[in-house]
C-alpha cells in the first residue's frame, strides 16, 4: 500500500491537547497590555491592539474549546476591557456538557499510524480502543464504519476531510447527534491508503480518550451602543476554537477586529441611528451553541423582533479578499461601493448566497438580514483551519485593518457615527 509519510507536526506547530486546567493563571505582560488604552484611531494603535490579544488569547492560553479553563480565562481578559470600552456589557450563559479529550488519540491501520482527530462529542472509545475492519459507511456524510471483523457491529466511524489534512471538528456537521459512536476524522492525504486497506480488510485499531463533563457554563458576551432607534444591528464574532487549534485566525483575530470596530463605534460621540450590538460568542464550533441560546433569550424578553440585521465574522483574516455573503442585495452594494470608494488593499467579493449560516444560524427563516462575513484567503497563507499550526504567526494581520476600515466605513455610511 502506497502514503504519503506520516507526521504528527505541521511545520512548528505540534499537535496539542486541550485539557482543562484548574491552575492559577500567572499574569502575562499581554495581560499587562490588554489593561492600556490603544488610541484605535490610527492603524499602529490598532496593530498594538491585534497583537497584545492575539498574544494573550492565542499563543498564551493555546486551543480554548467552549466549556475549557482557557476560554473561560479568555472571557476574563475580554470582558474587562469591553466593559471600559463600551457603555453597556452584558453576560449570556449557556449550559453544556464539555466535552475534553483526556488523553492522546491514534488510528493505526495495519503497523501505520494515521494522524486522526476524534469528532467533538463522539463517545470515547474503551481504554484500548476498538479494533475492526473498515467497510464502506451507509451514512450520508462517513466514509468507513469500524465493524467487529466476527459479528459485523459497527464500532465507530472514519470521515475523510476532502482536502488536506485531518482536522477537528464537531460531530454535527457530519449528520450525528452528541454520543455518537467514535468518530475518526483522517485527512485526505492519507484517503488511498485507507481505501487499500478496507479493500485488504487490513486490522485497524481507533483510540479515543474523551470524557463529558456535564452542567458546564459557557458565557457570552453583548457589548451595546444604544442608537436613535430601537431597531437593532448584530455584530457577532466566535471566541472558542476548536480543541486541536490554538485558533489565531478562525476565530480570535476575527473578534479582535470586531472589538477595534465597537472601540471605534463608541468613541465617535454621536449616536448611531440603530442600537448596535457586539456579541463575542460561545460555542460556534460545536454548534453555535451560544447564539442559539442568546437568540431563545431574545425571544423569551419579546425584544427579538428588534433584530434586523446581523453580521457574522468568521475568518475574516485568512487573507485580503473579504467576501459578504447575504441575500440582501442592498447589503451587497453597500459594500462593493465602499470598496470602489475608498479602494482599499485587496477586493471585496460581494456574493448572492445564504448568510444566515454558523452562528447566524437563529436568524434562518425570518425576516432578518443575515450576513456572513469571512474571507477567501491568500496563496501565501496557508489554509490551517481547525489544524495545529493555526498560530499568530500565520495571521496576515493586514487582513484585520482592512475588516476594520470596511466596517467603520459601513458604520460612517449607514449610522452616522
Not at 488523553?103 to 463517545?123: C, H, K, Q, R, Y
Not at 448584530?234 to 476575527?254: E, W
Amino acid at each position: 500500500m502506497n502514503r504519503r509519510t506520516f507526521c504528527t507536526s505541521t511545520g512548528t506547530a505540534t499537535v496539542t491537547l486541550a485539557v482543562s486546567s484548574c491552575a492559577p493563571w500567572t499574569r502575562s505582560k499581554s495581560e499587562t497590555d490588554l489593561a492600556a488604552t490603544f488610541p484605535i484611531n490610527t492603524p499602529d494603535g490598532r496593530r498594538r491592539l491585534l497583537d497584545a490579544f492575539l498574544q494573550a488569547i492565542v499563543t498564551d492560553l493555546g486551543p480554548r474549546p467552549v466549556g475549557s479553563a482557557a476560554y473561560n480565562r479568555a472571557i476574563e481578559l475580554i470582558k474587562p476591557w469591553m466593559t471600559r470600552n463600551l457603555p453597556k456589557v452584558e453576560t449570556d450563559t449557556a449550559i453544556l456538557d464539555y466535552w475534553h479529550l483526556t488523553g492522546a488519540p491514534s488510528l493505526t491501520i495495519g503497523d501505520d499510524p494515521i494522524e486522526v482527530f476524534p469528532g467533538v462529542n463522539s463517545l470515547p472509545t474503551p481504554p484500548d480502543g476498538v479494533v475492526g475492519i473498515l467497510v464502506k459507511s451507509a451514512q450520508k456524510q462517513v466514509n468507513f464504519d469500524i465493524v467487529d471483523s466476527s459479528s459485523g457491529v459497527t464500532l465507530a466511524y472514519i470521515v475523510i476531510w476532502p482536502s488536506g489534512n485531518a482536522r477537528g471538528r464537531s460531530v454535527g456537521p457530519f449528520g450525528f447527534e452528541p454520543r455518537c459512536l467514535p468518530l475518526a476524522i483522517a485527512g485526505s492525504y492519507d484517503k488511498e491508503f485507507i481505501e487499500q486497506a478496507a479493500a485488504a480488510r487490513t486490522p485497524v485499531r481507533f483510540i479515543s480518550p474523551a470524557s463529558f463533563t456535564p452542567d458546564v457554563p459557557a458565557d457570552t458576551l453583548i457589548g451595546t451602543i444604544t442608537g436613535e432607534l430601537p431597531d437593532e444591528v448584530l455584530f457577532i464574532a466566535h471566541l472558542d476554537s476548536i480543541y486541536s487549534s490554538p485558533g489565531a485566525n478562525d476565530n480570535a483575530a476575527s473578534v479582535i477586529a470586531m472589538l477595534q470596530i465597537a472601540q471605534a463605534a463608541a468613541t465617535t460621540g454621536h449616536r448611531p441611528r440603530h442600537t448596535l450590538r457586539f456579541i463575542v460568542s460561545a460555542g460556534e464550533e460545536i454548534g453555535s451553541i451560544g447564539m442559539i441560546h442568546y437568540a431563545e433569550t431574545r425571544k423569551k424578553n419579546g425584544t427579538f423582533d428588534r433584530i434586523k440585521r446581523s453580521f457574522n465574522f468568521d475568518s475574516v483574516s485568512w487573507g485580503p479578499n473579504i467576501h459578504i455573503q447575504t441575500h440582501t442585495s442592498g447589503v451587497r452594494d453597500i459594500f462593493t461601493t465602499i470598496d470602489r470608494d475608498l479602494r482599499i488593499p485587496g477586493r471585496v467579493q460581494a456574493i448572492d448566497g445564504d448568510g444566515s449560516i454558523i452562528d447566524n444560524c437563529p436568524f434562518k427563516k425570518t425576516t432578518i438580514e443575515t450576513i456572513y462575513v469571512g474571507s477567501s484567503g491568500s496563496d501565501n497563507n496557508p489554509y490551517c483551519w481547525h489544524r495545529p499550526n493555526d498560530i499568530v504567526a500565520n495571521v496576515p494581520k493586514e487582513s484585520v485593518e482592512i475588516t476594520f476600515r470596511l466596517f467603520r466605513e459601513y458604520l460612517r455610511r449607514e449610522e452616522g457615527i
